[in-house]
């Protein structure tokens, strides 16, 4: 075995050795991302990359490869997200050096002005850059140049490689801390001497000189981040919040060297002040940093779900593989007791699989051969062989985890207004600085020059520029651990407005788990034709109708759906239609006999799916479906919150008012074709703020219209694709959790707000009072951004009430 990895060098061990084959040939990582980097390298056809690391030539940017890599497609396939527009690539990248709201601004700003570039969303709280761009018309490494000119060089994020990127900042940043708390330490004893009259006489300039050899150091090496940030975004013609801190330092600095030379009748220096606020600043960042990390988990812990490793059978043979090498269609073995590591579907073995941390299912289900299993599950105790049907970002976890992140990068109206602002923040801060120092030079010099460095240093936009995104960021993650996925912000804003619900029925306030409680005694036939269309069907009465058919299925061809009403298909060369009676019989062909039981049949609750070819009536199935248990409460509960509260379902009158009856609920919509349902919603817009909760196809233009909407997990992709919010789990409570978490969030949020604004009314004018040194100014500084973000951290408790 190598000792080292043999794409980053690294020490390689018995316990992180990965092995994989490259170009036929084994070798040893220390990690699987490293191993499936290395591979995608070879397969992209760029593994000279390799040879040309002894090479003295440095790249022009700050990367892991060099630029062209990353315009490869093999390279970009797996960081690049699913879209409608084949023209249109979106990716979302990482940048360590994003730590204030003039930054998003900054680079929201610079790239959006980019020929080729649709739309920036820059997310303060994780360093994201999410990036869509038209293919063709710029290349990813452009943008990423441009990025880098800006002073944030950015890469594909990738769980493992934001890891390492994470720690080797942090690595960077302790160091920088440490090396200004060794000076600072050693300026203090100084500073101690000074002021006992050690310094008198012939030791004067010594302790000077010896303060400057200390500062000297600690400015242009600690504090080289804020320099360099700041010189970027001027060059750029740009202003962040690292141009007030590094005028402030750089001026205190140089003017103490004026006095220092004997260019000035003024004794006193201030290096110590320098040394002081760059090592405060640098540990305030540090901690906001660890705190966003700990505040917005709830992303990370699910990627944690997924195991970065798999055992792949290839030619009978076992190799164990990074998750990213695995294709379409290979075979993986999972062993007792392991976590799924892909979407996959059983070829061989039976087990159970506990499913509750992607569902909220709470007991394990069973698997059978050709039934399907999700990454993040656990297997239980018989051994699975499956054949992989999805990659990483197309797992349902995979999916889970991107709608959580991009919820995120979603800005609301708020969060937009403040970006606004930020700019003008900063040249605010430069204005009032240079008024600061105008008034009182004629009075002191010395006092001038510290009061103008305290209000730089003081002003702080970033609690005004947390306060919004860092509520929202950790409310997502809240109701991730409640298994609700929140797509769109805003749903935060206006879910606490809402004051009329309107349900769909079935699979939202029904089980949706149907079953036939009647058939024709000779239904044989009828059975066999209905399910061998039913089964390519989304509708959760198709399943029960399939399930009903003991016979074998039949061949059909131009299957149709019509949303609302029913579907249609063509059997040995006959056209048969399934759904509603109105949508079977246009030639009202129907007998009086057998429309008087089916209504019959509805009466007592059931629902009556019809059947009919191009020359008859065949008859229908009625099935029957249950309310869920917590529907009462959920119903209740809101009506006691004093919101209105709607059925609108597309079923019959009869079965649809025996369900409003048995909840209470006075408003009752039925037989509502899809967009009945969206115009129903309108019509209650006009006085009101209106949340639709759905599961089917034929709910998508309800949940468009509303104000802010709700689709159950369990339902079809249509209704989750176009929901704000995403229940995981089948039952209604949530709902309640949802709007709970709402009200706290705009709480926390109103909170933050004033906090920040009533920071900086109160300090920047003690700044300019001449009240508040620069020492004292680098301490309240970074304090205030950690209030902001340990208040937005409350959003993780539950809320008791």
């Known amino acids: 075995m190598s000792h080292s990895c043999f794409h980053c060098g690294l020490e390689v061990a018995q316990h992180n050795r990965v092995q994989a084959l490259i170009e036929k040939s084994s070798h040893d990582f220390c990690c699987a991302g490293c191993a499936s980097v290395c591979q995608t390298i070879y397969q992209s056809g760029l593994g000279a990359f390799y040879q040309q690391q002894t090479s003295s030539t440095l790249p022009a940017v700050d990367l892991e490869y060099p630029l062209e890599f990353y315009d490869a497609p093999a390279f970009q396939q797996p960081f690049l997200e699913a879209t409608n527009n084949e023209s249109e690539k979106i990716i979302t990248l990482i940048s360590d050096t994003i730590h204030c709201a003039a930054c998003v601004w900054l680079i929201e700003r610079a790239i959006d002005a980019l020929e080729g570039v649709n739309w920036t969303r820059v997310n303060l709280t994780n360093k994201r850059i999410r990036i869509s761009w038209k293919e063709g018309e710029i290349q990813l490494s452009s943008i990423m140049q441009r990025l880098a000119d800006l002073g944030y060089s950015a890469m594909p994020y990738e769980q493992n490689i934001a890891e390492k990127i994470a720690n080797k900042a942090n690595k960077a940043m302790l160091y920088?801390?440490?090396?200004?708390?060794?000076?600072?330490?050693?300026?203090?004893?100084?500073?101690?001497?000074?002021?006992?009259?050690?310094?008198?006489?012939?030791?004067?300039?010594?302790?000077?000189?010896?303060?400057?050899?200390?500062?000297?150091?600690?400015?242009?090496?600690?504090?080289?981040?804020?320099?360099?940030?700041?010189?970027?975004?001027?060059?750029?013609?740009?202003?962040?919040?690292?141009?007030?801190?590094?005028?402030?330092?750089?001026?205190?600095?140089?003017?103490?060297?004026?006095?220092?030379?004997?260019?000035?009748?003024?004794?006193?220096?201030?290096?110590?002040t320098v040394v002081n606020f760059i090592f405060v600043i640098l540990i305030g960042r540090y901690l906001e940093s660890s705190a966003k990390k700990s505040a917005i988990s709830a992303s990370s812990s699910l990627q944690q779900l997924q195991p970065k490793v798999a055992l792949v059978i290839r030619e009978g043979e076992h190799a164990i593989m990074p998750i990213s090498a695995i294709g379409l269609g290979e075979r993986v073995l999972i062993k007792p007791g392991e976590r799924i590591p892909v979407d996959g579907r059983v070829i061989f073995g039976t087990s159970e699989a506990d499913e509750s941390l992607l569902s909220g299912e709470a007991y394990p289900i069973v698997k059978n051969l050709g039934d399907e299993v999700f990454a993040g599950s656990v297997n239980g105790q018989g051994a699975l062989e499956i054949k992989v049907e999805k990659i990483l970002k197309q797992s349902v976890l995979g999916k889970i985890v991107s709608l959580v992140e991009n919820t995120q990068h979603n800005k609301s109206a708020i969060v937009c207004s403040?970006?606004?602002?930020?700019?003008?923040?900063?040249?605010?801060?430069?204005?009032?600085?240079?008024?600061?120092?105008?008034?009182?030079?004629?009075?002191?010099?010395?006092?001038?020059?510290?009061?103008?460095?305290?209000?730089?240093?003081?002003?702080?936009?970033?609690?005004?520029?947390?306060?919004?995104?860092?509520?929202?960021?950790?409310?997502?993650?809240?109701?991730?651990?409640?298994?609700?996925?929140?797509?769109?912000?805003?749903?935060?804003?206006?879910?606490?407005?809402?004051?009329?619900?309107?349900?769909?029925?079935?699979?939202?306030?029904?089980?949706?788990?149907?079953?036939?409680?009647?058939?024709?005694?000779?239904?044989?036939?009828?059975?066999?034709?209905?399910?061998?269309?039913?089964?390519?069907?989304?509708?959760?009465?198709?399943?029960?109708?399939?399930?009903?058919?003991?016979?074998?299925?039949?061949?059909?061809?131009?299957?149709?759906?019509?949303?609302?009403?029913?579907?249609?298909?063509?059997?040995?060369?006959?056209?048969?239609?399934?759904?509603?009676?109105?949508?079977?019989?246009?030639?009202?062909?129907?007998?009086?006999?057998?429309?008087?039981?089916?209504?019959?049949?509805?009466?007592?609750?059931?629902?009556?799916?019809?059947?009919?070819?191009?020359?008859?009536?065949?008859?229908?199935?009625?099935?029957?479906?249950?309310?869920?248990?917590?529907?009462?409460?959920?119903?209740?509960?809101?009506?006691?919150?004093?919101?209105?509260?709607?059925?609108?379902?597309?079923?019959?009158?009869?079965?649809?008012?025996?369900?409003?009856?048995?909840?209470?609920?006075?408003?009752?919509?039925?037989?509502?074709?899809?967009?009945?349902?969206?115009?129903?919603?309108?019509?209650?817009?006009?006085?009101?703020?209106?949340?639709?909760?759905?599961?089917?196809?034929?709910?998508?233009?309800?949940?468009?219209?509303?104000?802010?909407?709700?689709?159950?997990?369990?339902?079809?992709?249509?209704?989750?694709?176009?929901?704000?919010?995403?229940?995981?789990?089948?039952?209604?409570?949530?709902?309640?959790?949802?709007?709970?978490?709402?009200?706290?969030?705009?709480?926390?949020?109103?909170?933050?707000?004033?906090?920040?604004?009533?920071?900086?009314?109160?300090?920047?004018p003690l700044a300019m009072m001449a009240k508040v040194t620069p020492l004292f100014a680098a301490i309240v500084m970074p304090i205030s951004s950690l209030i902001v973000i340990g208040n937005a951290a409350r959003l993780r408790k539950k809320d008791k009430k």
């Open 176 to 272: 920088k801390i440490g090396f200004a708390a060794f000076t600072m330490m050693n300026l203090l004893w100084i500073s101690i001497a000074i002021y006992t009259g050690a310094s008198e006489g012939k030791y004067h300039q010594y302790f000077q000189w010896l303060g400057f050899a200390l500062a000297t150091p600690t400015l242009f090496y600690s504090g080289f981040g804020f320099l360099k940030s700041a010189y970027n975004g001027l060059k750029n013609g740009l202003m962040n919040m690292d141009v007030p801190i590094s005028i402030g330092a750089l001026t205190t600095y140089f003017y103490s060297v004026y006095v220092l030379l004997g260019f000035s009748t003024k004794s006193e220096v201030y290096f110590d």
């Open 418 to 764: 403040i970006d606004k602002i930020i700019p003008y923040f900063v040249g605010a801060t430069l204005f009032l600085a240079v008024i600061t120092f105008v008034y009182w030079y004629p009075q002191d010099f010395d006092l001038a020059l510290l009061s103008a460095t305290s209000v730089l240093i003081i002003t702080c936009p970033c609690a005004f520029g947390l306060a919004t995104p860092m509520s929202i960021a950790v409310a997502s993650g809240a109701a991730v651990k409640e298994k609700m996925l929140i797509k769109n912000s805003d749903a935060l804003e206006v879910l606490d407005k809402v004051d009329w619900v309107v349900f769909d029925k079935t699979g939202t306030l029904t089980l949706g788990e149907f079953e036939v409680t009647h058939a024709p005694s000779d239904s044989a036939d009828l059975i066999q034709i209905m399910a061998s269309i039913e089964k390519y069907s989304q509708h959760p009465l198709a399943k029960a109708i399939t399930m009903q058919n003991k016979r074998q299925f039949l061949t059909i061809s131009d299957f149709n759906s019509a949303p609302g009403q029913g579907i249609s298909a063509v059997i040995n060369e006959q056209t048969y239609k399934i759904g509603r009676l109105s949508f079977v019989d246009a030639q009202n062909q129907v007998s009086q006999a057998m429309l008087e039981k089916s209504e019959q049949i509805e009466r007592q609750g059931s629902s009556c799916i019809w059947c009919a070819s191009q020359s008859e009536i065949l008859g229908f199935i009625a099935l029957s479906d249950q309310i869920k248990i917590d529907a009462y409460e959920t119903v209740a509960q809101l009506q006691m919150q004093g919101k209105q509260v709607s059925i609108l379902s597309g079923d019959s009158q009869a079965v649809t008012q025996r369900v409003a009856n048995s909840l209470n609920i006075k408003h009752v919509i039925a037989q509502a074709l899809p967009q009945d349902k969206a115009e129903y919603i309108k019509q209650l817009q006009k006085n009101h703020q209106v949340l639709m909760i759905g599961d089917g196809v034929n709910d998508a233009p309800a949940l468009v219209q509303a104000n802010t909407s709700m689709a159950i997990g369990s339902g079809s992709d249509v209704s989750v694709n176009h929901a704000d919010v995403v229940l995981l789990k089948s039952t209604l409570a949530p709902i309640l959790t949802m709007i709970k978490l709402s009200k706290r969030t705009n709480q926390i949020i109103k909170q933050n707000i004033i906090f920040a604004l009533s920071y900086n009314v109160l300090m920047v």
